[in-house]
């Protein structure tokens, strides 16, 4: 009969119409309720049950970075203060940072039944999850140590995982006082010490944008190999004077020399071979304009040149200056994507979250994002990355630390040039991939110390 | 030490409503005797116990846990009446049906429990008025068979219910008031106190025995203009008034009944086209549409305004992990218009996901057995109003679930038997009536 049969097709649709939810719903417990919960709309969040001792957050070396003071009224207790602040972040009222993206997880109470009943009778404390960082206590507490005093900041992550190692940024602030200074660190905008710069700070990339000019290049243009052109130090493009640094002229230079010396003539003439369209491209297949796979807060790199960009701003914008801006952490990202044979690994910041009980409640493990350069365009940039370090603009690095880079000092429309560099170490066998910048330091010579001393720190481990 | 109660509550609740699905799939299984059909009346009475462990558990938390005074007060108070409510019914309901299907009565008690546990929690002041409700709409079930047979021949009163429901439909136009956006509601005063309802809720009755009468016949292609242009003036009526989620239950249950009765698959094809030609043209017209979409694809763009509710929700059911926080924990009254749009969320929040998708299960169950029964109906009418009811017991449920865990937009209907809603439930429960009554009058009819 018809009808009998249409009835079962109807109900059949609506049955399928509900699995369909279920999996949705079962979609959204499993893995998309982890990334929204932590919200500031989200009041749950932060209602914490009093008599839960909120879990220890330690460095992958294993020195407590947060736990829960021993006083009358309970507050957090941030041994190493400055150091960590942005990273790690605090809790309670405006909380952010790890503290607050993994709330749930240092409230979650494991053995929950024994632990409440131990409570209720023998008034023993209920402890939730300790959490363990990825980041290093020796290289995180240097590369704040080499800031203070500074403004800028320095990310620095192993490439083959993406375990972000140091993630420091200056000025800091005390997570210890935040809720007495709170309004005092708001009002500070000439410092703006609760501005994490390492993920939050936009900037000129300078000539570590010669990189992604470099790749439009090798993506677009097929003969750019054999494309060189003399240097006399300055150029004008439709009106627009531009100088290589302290004017030099760099005579004739080939995409090697230029990449290793820094030319802008050269790198600004390629750019307009490359053209708007294939750079913005380029760019944004290197994570500008895009979402960045990182955890914590963080801002998008911008990149506005297009096709309705005159000479004067193509010029600009492929040497890394005009309207591009962008973060330590980007630039970090494309080293370490660099150093992996072109494979970007996710980067994460929590290791691993473990119980009071010393069970290992959930361990994150490296996950591939994406690929950024081809194994050619690695092998390209390696060499002259190298050189770079070997004979180049970074070359009072020394040359045991073995590392490949590029500097860059962006100019600013107000102070001194910011200071850049940008790579990973060791050149053959990359273990770390960094960005360092300090702003308005001078340029890319005021940086190098900084980072010879930091790669210091982890070749001495 | 009810502390401990609330903690292990979370993984008793589960147990009680996995035994419950367990005995409903053997209730099924002996109802199509496929295994011995006496399996059917221990199962039956283990349901009822389990609904019976589910109350009694629940509102001990309610009323010795830490929640606000209100809450327990008029948890002692309520939940004592549901008991007196539900152990009447089932004495109640063995005097008025010969047969009535265990399986559906004893699912729509453990859906209006958990309804008044939530209300309870969360608008303890509305919850005996909610209790009121139920057991109005219940006295409705029981006299369904005696109004069906003082009322002769209902399948031939399309006229009737053409007249009767349009008027109503079109009453807010001249008593209306809005409510939540939607210009949908009626209020009158009488004996100075004001007495509101939602047209749209009662003509959903009416509108199904209008197109079960239409349709009892086998039509030629010109017969099916005017139920067509019925079904289309009610629908932009409620379209006009801004209640989209009504409309569109009214839609989809026009197409359901056409398809099932006409066997027009290319008519049913060309329906939903048109529909999504309208979608298209309402998006293009309507702001508070477009609004709704944009809230449905990125809730938390604007969460502090437009994605509020929607990722409330979402932090509800997402924040406390597959077994929720555990009854009185969660933060439900967070989400605007919990009690009546939201208690999906609200019972994953303290219940848990896991309890949720049991939910789920329970009126997939109730869907099932109202599939069954339109099926094995000897007449075509009856045929078509079994299948109607329950399809538009069944899409509405799925919209409200789908749209408060962001499968769908947002449309403001109520979960059957769970939501705060007097028309809501009065309506709901007369629908699952009929549904049980046309399940009764075969066996009378084979017993003849």
């Not at chain 1, 302290?246 to 820094?262: C, L, P, Q």
């Not at chain 1, 708007?276 to 914590?296: Q, S």
């Not at chain 1, 309705?308 to 990202?333: C, D, F, N, V, W």
């Not at chain 2, 929720?324 to 999906?344: K, M, Q």
């Amino acid at each position: 009969m018809k009808v009998n049969r249409n009835i079962c097709y109807v109900f059949g649709i609506y049955f399928v119409l509900f699995a369909a939810l279920a999996v949705w719903i079962i979609k959204f417990a499993a893995f998309d309720a982890q990334s929204i919960i932590a919200n500031p709309y989200n009041p749950r969040v932060n209602l914490a049950d009093s008599r839960i001792n909120r879990g220890k957050i330690f460095a992958y070396s294993g020195e407590a970075l947060a736990e829960e003071a021993e006083s009358e009224y309970r507050a957090r207790n941030y041994p190493h203060a400055f150091a960590f602040a942005h990273p790690l972040g605090f809790s309670g009222y405006n909380s952010q940072g790890v503290e607050s993206l993994y709330s749930m997880e240092l409230l979650t109470v494991e053995r929950e039944f024994s632990q409440r009943i131990k409570n209720a009778s023998e008034s023993a404390p209920i402890y939730g999850n300790d959490i363990v960082l990825t980041l290093d206590y020796a290289l995180q507490s240097k590369a704040y140590e080499l800031l203070e005093g500074k403004a800028g900041a320095v990310v620095v992550i192993e490439p083959s995982t993406g375990r972000i190692l140091a993630s420091a940024a200056s000025p800091s602030f005390n997570p210890n006082r935040v809720d007495t200074e709170w309004e005092q660190l708001l009002a500070d905008t000439e410092n703006n010490p609760l501005l994490n710069r390492a993920a939050q700070g936009l900037y000129p990339p300078g000539s570590v944008f010669k990189i992604v000019t470099l790749a439009a290049a090798k993506r677009y243009l097929p003969d750019f190999e054999s494309f060189t052109c003399t240097c006399e130090g300055s150029e004008v493009f439709d009106g627009k004077t531009l100088r290589c640094y302290n004017e030099t002229a760099h005579g004739e230079v080939d995409y090697k020399s230029a990449f290793i010396k820094s030319c802008n003539i050269y790198f600004a003439q390629l750019g307009q071979m490359v053209g708007a369209e294939n750079l913005k491209k380029t760019a944004e297949e290197l994570l500008f304009n895009t979402d960045l796979p990182y955890p914590l807060e963080y801002v998008n790199s911008s990149f506005a040149a297009d096709t309705s960009s005159g000479i004067a701003e193509m010029a600009e914008t492929s040497i890394g200056q005009g309207k591009t801006l962008t973060t330590p952490l980007h630039m970090a990202l494309l080293a370490a994507s660099l150093a992996n044979d072109g494979y970007l690994m996710q980067p994460y910041i929590v290791d691993s979250v473990v119980t009071p009980f010393g069970k290992t409640a959930k361990k994150n493990l490296p996950k591939m994002s994406q690929r950024l350069f081809s194994t050619e365009e690695c092998e390209m940039f390696t060499e002259i990355m190298k050189g770079v370090v070997t004979e180049g603009t970074a070359s009072r690095l020394p040359e045991q630390l073995n590392m490949a880079g590029k500097t860059g000092s962006a100019e600013t429309a107000s102070g001194d040039d910011h200071g850049w560099f940008v790579g990973f170490a060791p050149a053959d066998s990359p273990e770390i991939a960094v960005a360092v910048l300090v702003e308005n330091c001078g340029g890319s010579a005021q940086v190098l110390p900084l980072v010879e001393e930091l790669a210091g720190v982890w070749s001495e481990r | 030490m009810v502390e401990l109660l609330i903690i292990a509550s979370r993984y008793i609740f589960l147990v009680l409503i996995s035994v419950f699905l367990l005995q409903s799939v053997v209730i099924l299984l002996a109802q199509n005797r496929k295994i011995n059909p006496h399996a059917a009346k221990a199962a039956s009475v283990s349901q009822r116990v389990v609904i019976f462990m589910v109350h009694i558990l629940a509102f001990s938390i309610l009323s010795l846990g830490d929640a606000h005074p209100t809450v327990k007060t008029a948890a002692l108070q309520v939940g004592a009446a549901f008991f007196i409510f539900f152990i009447l019914a089932l004495i109640l309901i063995k005097i008025f049906y010969k047969n009535a299907c265990p399986l559906i009565i004893n699912c729509l008690f453990l859906l209006m429990d958990l309804g008044i546990i939530i209300i309870t929690r969360v608008v303890p002041d509305l919850a005996l008025r909610q209790l009121i409700f139920m057991a109005a709409g219940f006295m409705l079930i029981l006299f369904i068979p005696v109004i069906l047979k003082v009322i002769p021949k209902t399948d031939s009163l399309s006229l009737l219910y053409l007249i009767v429901g349009g008027v109503l439909l079109a009453s807010p136009f001249l008593f209306g008031v809005t409510k939540g956006g939607a210009t949908n509601w009626v209020a009158f005063n009488i004996a100075s106190s004001e007495i509101s309802f939602q047209p749209s809720e009662a003509v959903k009755f009416i509108f199904v025995f209008y197109l079960a009468s239409v349709f009892r016949k086998e039509r030629k292609l010109s017969g099916l203009i005017a139920p067509i242009a019925v079904s289309m003036l009610f629908i932009l009526i409620l379209v006009y008034q801004r209640d989209l989620g009504a409309s569109l239950i009214y839609f989809l249950t026009f197409i359901a009944m056409l398809y099932i009765a006409e066997n027009k698959p290319l008519l049913v094809l060309s329906a939903f086209a048109a529909f999504s030609a309208a979608c298209v043209i309402a998006y293009k017209m309507f702001a508070h549409i477009r609004e709704r979409v944009e809230a449905w694809l990125n809730p938390f763009a604007d969460v502090a305004d437009t994605g509020y509710q929607i990722a409330q929700s979402l932090f509800a059911a997402g924040t406390w992990g597959p077994l929720g926080s555990g009854l009185t924990r969660g933060l439900p009254g967070y989400i605007p218009a919990v009690e009546s749009d939201f208690v999906f969320s609200a019972i994953c929040e303290e219940f848990g996901v896991i309890f949720g998708l049991a939910l789920i299960g329970v009126y997939i169950v109730i869907f099932i057995r109202g599939m069954e029964i339109s099926l094995v109906a000897e007449s075509k009418y009856h045929k078509m109003l079994a299948a109607g009811f329950a399809a538009m017991l069944c899409f509405q449920t799925f919209l409200i679930i789908a749209g408060n865990m962001r499968f769908l937009p947002l449309t403001g209907v109520t979960l059957p038997f769970i939501s705060y809603g007097g028309s809501s439930i009065v309506v709901s429960l007369s629908m699952a009536g009929v549904i049980i009554w046309t399940a009764g009058i075969d066996t009378d009819a084979a017993g003849e």
